[in-house]
């Protein structure tokens, strides 16, 4: 999975909605025309996708500050204690370009 996240990130061209316009585009069109371009909607439901094909637990999070909105895909890690030899693994395998959240359903994995 963190490859295609990797590949995927790093392919990704940012294409806002137009003003006033909230277009989510198909993840299978997407996936297929290989242009990944799109906003942060376009870019969580490919990535949720690539999560079900691999059969992740995977869940879309949305956020909202008083200037805009966010979405993203998160995929469950353990639903025990996060081990410090799991943080450090994930560190290492994705870097920076990932946070960890707890929720009350378990660790999941911010892939944004």
């Known amino acids: 999975m963190a490859l295609h996240y990797k590949k995927l990130l790093a392919d990704w061209h940012?294409?806002?909605d137009p003003p006033g316009h909230d277009?989510?585009?198909n993840a299978e069109s997407l996936i297929k025309s290989d242009q990944?371009?799109?906003d942060c909607e376009d870019f969580?439901?490919?990535m949720l996708s690539i999560c079900h094909a691999l059969q992740l637990q995977c869940q879309i999070a949305l956020g909202q500050n008083e200037k805009r909105g966010h979405i993203w895909t998160e995929v469950l890690i353990t639903r025990s204690s996060l081990m410090l030899s799991t943080q450090d693994k994930i560190a290492k395998t994705f870097g920076l370009s990932v946070d960890r959240v707890q929720r009350s359903n378990g660790y999941w994995l911010q892939l944004s």
């Open 36 to 38: 990944f371009e799109g």
């Open 44 to 46: 969580a439901i490919v």
């Open 23 to 25: 277009h989510f585009r």
């Open 14 to 16: 940012y294409l806002p």
